[in-house]
């Protein structure tokens, strides 16, 4: 009876001992779950972030690296090396002069500027003297500086004309104008056309033969 009493007692535990095991694994297997989850969630964290750095570097480049704007063209400086001019009664001058001109351009790539541009120069807008500058090319970031060399003459003004005044005054005043066409080469595949217009006005002192007030637009 003692036996069959002891045998009814541990039959019992027997199928805790399975449940509780059974509880383990489960929680295991869930535990498991569960981190594989994290770690999909964590990849997909990871690829999404990648994926809008990405569109940010490429946004960035298009609005920066790959945005071709126009070079600037300006008259730098000019010095003259020759000067005659008439009275003011029978006005007239000529004169020689060098003029240092900028190609400046702000793109990330060469600037190839073709060699048919003229500058002229004019006086009360008639044409006094021209300049041709030849092709080049403006780096990257950079400005490419071209010297000319301009004969500029006027004779026999007519009557009206403000010249004979501005001799009396001792100040000539001269403008140019000019349009530089060429391409935009980026990373030696891509090319884009463009033009750009310069315009610029001095004035020449007769006595010192000094240019002052350069202005250009």
């Known amino acids: 009876m003692a036996e069959k009493d002891q045998?009814?007692?541990y039959h019992p535990s027997a199928p805790a001992n399975g449940e509780a095991?059974?509880?383990e694994e489960s929680g295991m297997v869930l535990s498991e779950l569960e981190l594989r989850r994290r770690r999909r969630i964590k990849c997909l964290a990871y690829v999404?972030?990648?994926a809008v750095f990405q569109i940010v570097v490429i946004l960035a480049f298009s609005l920066t690296v790959m945005r071709v704007k126009n070079p600037r063209f300006r008259l730098r400086s000019v010095?003259?090396?020759d000067l005659t001019v008439g009275s003011p009664n029978s006005p007239s001058f000529n004169m020689?002069?060098?003029a240092e001109v900028g190609v400046k351009n702000t793109n990330f790539g060469d600037f190839k500027f073709d060699n048919s541009t003229i500058i002229t120069f004019a006086y009360g807008g008639t044409p006094v003297g021209e300049a041709l500058i030849m092709k080049g090319?403006?780096?990257f970031l950079s400005t490419k500086k071209l010297n000319v060399t301009v004969d500029a003459a006027l004779e026999n003004a007519s009557s009206n004309s403000n010249l004979g005044s501005d001799i009396n005054a001792g100040l000539v005043k001269l403008s140019s104008h000019a349009r530089l066409s060429g391409k935009v080469h980026l990373m030696l595949v891509f090319k884009k056309k463009k033009s750009v217009d310069s315009s610029s006005t001095m004035a020449i002192n007769l006595e010192n033969k000094a240019v002052q007030d350069?202005?250009?637009d």
């Open 7 to 9: 045998q009814q007692v």
């Open 21 to 23: 095991k059974s509880d």
């Open 48 to 50: 999404a972030a990648f």
């Open 79 to 81: 010095t003259v090396e």
């Open 96 to 98: 020689r002069f060098n």
């Open 137 to 139: 090319k403006a780096r």
């Open 214 to 216: 350069i202005s250009c």
